[in-house]
Every structure is written in C-alpha cells, then in structure tokens.
C-alpha cells in the first residue's frame, strides 16, 4: 500500500471562517478518524501501521487547529462587530421609546444572534 497517498489526499486548508467551512472541516476529521481505525485493524506491517498512523495523527492535529482557530476568528469578529458602531439615531425628530412588551415577545434573531424588533 502507498502511503505517501494517505497524506495527498487530506491535505486541504480552508480561508474562510464560515460554519460551514467548519462542519467541512469537521467532516473530514471525521474522515481521517475513521481511516486511522481501518489502519489499526489492517494486515500491513507494524512499520507501515505506525508510519500511516503518525501521518493520519498529524493531518488529524492540523484539522483540529484549523477548526480551532476558526471558531476564535469568528468569536472575535462577531465582537468586533457588535462594538464597532452605535446603532443608527432615527430620521428626522422621532425619539428612541423602548419597546413593548408585545414588541419584545415577537422579537427575532438574525443570523449574527442580534434581535431584530420591527416596529
């Protein structure tokens, strides 16, 4: 068996730090985690088992530091974000009022987890 086919065929690095981006990522850990079990089981020799086994660990290592500095760069963009600007003042002379309870008990969430209270 070739094992320099185990390490081309994992290698994948992503830029974007998007959820789905990390269920990919995910996945594919998934993947090598699997494939790292069918070495362990497989009737290859100790000397190939272990070389498989280092490579598949290491691939395994940088998918799980790519997740992880995905999930921080998303962390710290959403409260970059949120501190970024004020909210925007109303048009014209119309004041700011709280909203009602009404208001508040149909109120959303967008994408980002912000409310989103249409008035």
Known sequence: MNVSSVAASSSVSYTSSSASDT?????????????????????DSEQAKETKTKQLEQQI????????????????????QSAAAPPDKPAG?????????QEIANATTDSAGRFDIRV
């Open 93 to 101: 002379n119309h004041k700011l009022t709280a909203a009602s309870v």
């Open 23 to 43: 269920a990919a990522l995910e996945k594919q850990k998934a993947k090598l985690e699997a494939e790292l079990e069918k070495v362990s089981a497989s009737k």
């Open 61 to 80: 290592k940088h998918i799980e530091a790519q997740i992880t500095q995905k999930s921080q760069a998303a962390g710290s963009s959403a409260s970059a």
